[in-house]
């Protein structure tokens, strides 16, 4: 047990340095940061003097470990921008985008798990075939649009709930910044969170009702069935369990694409999470936000990724191989 | 003889496709007395499983049953409600099935799985449970069960999984196992330890055994009455002895004949020329006619019902018509 975390943290190390290498590349590739931080007037001089400053004419390599050593303490330097430092642009705006995947994870898994299991269940009558149709639209919706056309609806038509931003906030703790203790604040998560769930739930409740019914079919819940285990035993007990094992994998990586891909939904409701900062670091090539970000990014992925493995491990019995090597 | 503990009656067994209704099962009827062990025996689609499972009340679906009655104990069950159907299951019939390897459910310890099998028909508390699902491992020879049972399946090889699952069907203590070819997915040495421990537990606590196979050794050396069917009708059904010495079906005989032995020596080993007719394709009359060679007129028009011969034996074939000579003009 013990061997495999190590062995899966060295591997997500790893992953990092690799990716910390594609973002140092950014420094080097998009444009010359020089330009974009200083004025029209600069001299040459002024130039070089600040190259130097900077650190820039230093080998790669040494460049390279600056960057590692100082991503390490959270130090990813200021933005070009917005002059403050880029770590605290990213802290003060994660708590956003941390709070609207939770919310969308948390409805795609509920939904997409509860209406995977009911479609496989029920196969055939009308609430199951309504249920495939409009799952069909939500594969098929790109997200912008289902973002627009919830907002003409419930924003501008039915006026229900806000189409824009995050409602009132307050503060948890020194810089956590919440919407989901206020009123205000909770309505306006209702949309995007839709938004940026609808996807992910659909993917999910496919792949639940996919599993299930592969796994319904299987010897052991037919002998479970030719034991007398109730229906509810069979169902819930037996082939849910074993439809979670691949569902889980799935569902890891899509907690990890919804923080990441969260950028259009952001876009869209202007929501002041870190994708809409990454759009406009694009913008204005603010290479150390954009840096930071993809870095950031990386390390929900890694962490997710090992807390599917763990996960994994807790679920299937077969995988804790220690004890195993089937004894006769 | 005293009522049987099943009685098979006229059973139709039906799949609705888009080409037409396929008889899978026409009119099988059999019984199956207190305590004895009925061999089905019969090629690959003739029907044996389908009788397991129409029994059991578990025939998949589109499948159906069109017809005849099933009675357990002189109570008409294959009308029962899914749910009436579901308490039988387990606590009356019992099923054992072929591969050992996917029958137990990897995630769940053989305790967790014989635990819920115990509680779900017989009200006793966890501890209880567990003791006699220890006693129930111990019978069926694993060693040190005490400790064995908390171990997953992926612990246990094909042989001991068997032995499991066989602890698993007689958990609630049924009065009838159906074993549906228990020994066809495990090593030669294996089978014969699974059969044995499979009827000496049923002999000890009185269970009736349906042992549906294709190894007629084993029904050789297991069952009292065996039972041949072919293309999903009743060929033959008799005392084992007699139907493997003196077999009176035209296929039965075949069948025997296609058996390797050792005490005689043979160039070729017999066998029947043709194969078993599809569902879609049976033919008129009897099922064998297009492979039988004692095939007469009235085997073309006229299907053959079961005919009783001496020693309890039945025949479906009109070689054993009394009136058969008027046919052959």
Redesign the interface.
Known sequence: MIAFILRRLVQSVIVMLAVALVSFALFRFVGDPIASMVGQETTLAERAELRDALGLNDPFVIQFWNFIARAASGDFGISYRLQQPVMELILSRLPATLELALVSGILAFVFGVGFGVYTALRRGNWVSGTIMTVSLIGVSLPTFLIGVLLIWVFAVELQWLPSFGRGDTVYIGDWWRTGLLTPSGRASLILPAITLGLYQMTLIMRLVRAEMLEVLRTDYIKFARARGLSNRAVHFGHALKNTLVPVITITGLQMGSIIAFSIITETVFQWPGVGALFINSVRFVDVPVMAAYLMLIALVFVVINLIVDLLYYAVDPRLRVDRANARH | MAAPLLSVRDLVVEFPTRRGVLRALDKVSFDIAEGEVLGMVGESGAGKSLTGAAI?G?LEPPGRIAGGEIWLRGERIDNFSPEKM??????RI??V?Q?PL????????VAQQLI??IR??MEVSEKEARTRAVALLDRVGIPAAARRID??P????GG?RQRV?IA??L??EPELVIADEPTTALDVSVQAQIIDVLKEICAERGASVMLITHDMGVIAETADRVAVLYAGRMAEIGPVRDVIQAAEHPYTIGLMGSIPTLTQTADRLTQIPGAMPRLNAIPRGCAFNPRCKDVYNRCLVERPELIAREGGRHVACWLYEPVKEAFNV
């Open positions: 059991i578990l579901r308490r039988i299951r387990g606590r019992g099923m099935f591969d996917t029958s137990l459910n990897p995630l769940y310890t819920e099998t779900t028909h171990d997953y992926h612990h246990f090889s001991m699952v698993l069907a958990a609630a």
